[in-house]
């Protein structure tokens, strides 16, 4: 959570209201649109934060608690593939170490009787996962692109829309699965 409330002030610090574009961009972020998914990245210095935001059915197959073992084992797998950032991201230009990442997964909250579980299902229809990651990069300045890797590793996501800014400068990228359009390029 404090990753996500730092990358959060961090965005609205750097916007500073200037673009409405990407301002209505960055706030639409929280549009739950299954097969989509988002990346929100900010390079700072040589700091590198990515946030990450899907809908569960993107990354598990489903939207509810996992309610039998082959459903607990996705669940557990996309936690531990979101976890894997040098499984995600590919800084081909330029060195970048993870410092941290934290995994906000749904359906973690309630040790509820399963009646209960039940009762907010039916209440709340959608989940998603969040991811927030932060990179110490070498030589930031040679970071020119970022290889995005969830689309092998998630098949259910077609695309990621990506909103970044590099050092102040700003832009959006809107990746698909296709094989030559992973690629987040900075300029
Ligand atoms: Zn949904």
């Not at 230009?93 to 039940?118: F, R, V």
């Not at 039916?122 to 890797?149: G, N």
Request: net charge negative; glycine share 6%; aromatic share 10%.
């Amino acid at each position: 959570m404090v990753n996500r409330q730092l990358l959060t002030g961090l965005l609205l610090l750097l916007l500073g209201g200037s673009s409405h574009a990407f301002s209505a961009a960055a706030a639409s972020q929280g549009a739950h649109v299954h097969g989509e998914a988002t990346l929100n990245v900010v390079l700072e210095g040589n700091t590198l934060y990515i946030e990450f935001d899907s809908p569960a059915i993107n990354l598990i197959g489903f939207e509810h608690a996992p309610n039998n073992e082959e459903q607990a084992a996705a669940f557990s797998n996309a936690k531990q593939m979101l976890a894997s950032a040098e499984r995600l991201f590919d800084f081909s230009t330029t060195t970048c170490l993870l410092e941290n990442a934290e995994i906000e997964a749904p359906y973690m909250k309630n040790h509820e009787p399963a009646d209960h579980q039940n009762h907010h299902e039916a209440q709340q229809e959608h989940a998603d996962f969040h991811a927030s990651y932060i990179f110490q990069c070498e030589q930031a300045k040679d970071l020119t692109a970022i290889s995005i890797k969830f689309f092998a590793l998630f098949p259910g996501i077609q695309a990621i829309k990506a909103y970044w800014i590099f050092q102040g400068k700003q832009g959006a990228a809107s990746l698909t699965a296709d094989a030559d359009n992973h690629m987040l390029t900075v300029n």
